[in-house]
């Protein structure tokens, strides 16, 4: 995932309740509007199944590539 994928996630994420799970996580991006093909919403449904308590954790559990590491 790039990071300006993740700045999207951030954005769609910005009001979620943590704790959260996948499953909670990825709805509450679409029900904000990301369509369920969308870049952010396919990293986020790539994430292990587990509950978030921040978007740390999430951040933390999404891939990047080798040029897409944050300075």
Same mark, same amino acid.
């Given at each position: 995932? &790039? +990071?300006? #994928?993740?700045?999207?996630?951030?954005?769609?994420? *910005? @009001?979620?309740?943590?704790?959260?799970?996948?499953?909670?996580? %990825?709805?509450?991006? #679409? *029900?904000?509007?990301?369509? =369920? @093909? &969308?870049?952010? %919403?396919?990293?986020?449904?790539?994430?292990? %199944?587990?509950? =978030?308590?921040?978007? &740390? *954790?999430?951040? &933390?559990?999404?891939?990047?590539?080798?040029? *897409? +590491?944050?300075?």
């Amino acid at each position: 995932m &790039s +990071t300006d #994928t993740f700045t999207e996630v951030q954005t769609l994420l *910005e @009001d979620l309740d943590f704790p959260a799970d996948k499953d909670a996580i %990825v709805r509450h991006a #679409t *029900e904000r509007g990301a369509a =369920y @093909d &969308s870049a952010p %919403v396919r990293a986020l449904r790539a994430m292990p %199944v587990a509950t =978030y308590r921040n978007i &740390s *954790e999430i951040r &933390s559990s999404v891939d990047l590539g080798p040029d *897409e +590491t944050p300075d």
